[in-house]
């Protein structure tokens, strides 16, 4: 039986590409994150815009839910609805900027903004992402989660000038021993 090069480099190529498929698809240790889950949040400062539903966190932001935080140098949190007796409301939404740091159990995310949409239990991260866990490291412009299903989405983009940016990475293939 003879096979040609190119088949045989074909073949290759499809074995590395269905490796590199699985490092990149992983799942987030986020997946089925109740974001139902009291959101603590500590700063250096608070103002609360009262007409405008929304409070300013700056400085030195930390914001915990579960097994999830969040750093940053501001938070805005939109709430939503009228108070309750204990004059609190529900949160809709928190807009992230400024040196974002998301941690998990298994993985750290770094960026220059981010919004996590409790309604539709999405967290987007932008600017700069790095994604890294034990598998390795992978640079994006934008990194979406997806809080249900745990699925990561990282893409590309056209920064300043019209060039595109695009998504790269670097894995730890699996040791011989």
């Known amino acids: 039986m003879r096979i040609s090069i190119g088949k045989l480099m074909l073949a290759a190529f499809g074995i590395l590409a269905l490796s590199l498929t699985n490092t990149v698809a992983q799942v987030s240790s986020l997946k089925e ?3 139902e889950n009291p959101v ?3 700063a250096d400062r608070l103002e609360v815009k009262q007409q405008e539903n929304i409070a300013l966190f700056t400085g030195n932001v930390v914001v915990s839910q579960s097994d999830m935080s969040l750093v940053s140098d501001r938070i805005t949190v939109f709430y939503q609805g009228e108070r309750d007796e ?3 409301a529900s ?3 928190l807009d992230a900027s400024g040196n974002v740091v998301m941690t998990s159990p298994t993985e750290t995310i770094k960026s220059t903004w981010g919004v996590y949409d409790f309604a539709e239990r999405i967290i987007t991260l ?3 992402v790095v ?3 034990s598998d390795g490291q992978i640079n ?3 990194l979406q989660l997806n809080l249900d299903t745990g699925q990561i989405t990282m893409d590309g983009g056209r920064i300043e000038g019209g060039t595109s940016e695009r ?3 670097q894995f730890t293939p699996p040791s011989s021993d």
């Open 140 to 142: 994006s412009p934008r």
């Open 40 to 42: 603590d949040i500590s």
């Open 86 to 88: 204990n004059n609190t």
């Open 131 to 133: 994604f890294s866990n």
């Open 33 to 35: 994150h109740d974001v």
């Open 126 to 128: 932008g600017g700069d």
């Open 167 to 169: 998504v790269t990475g």
């Open 91 to 93: 949160i809709s939404r």
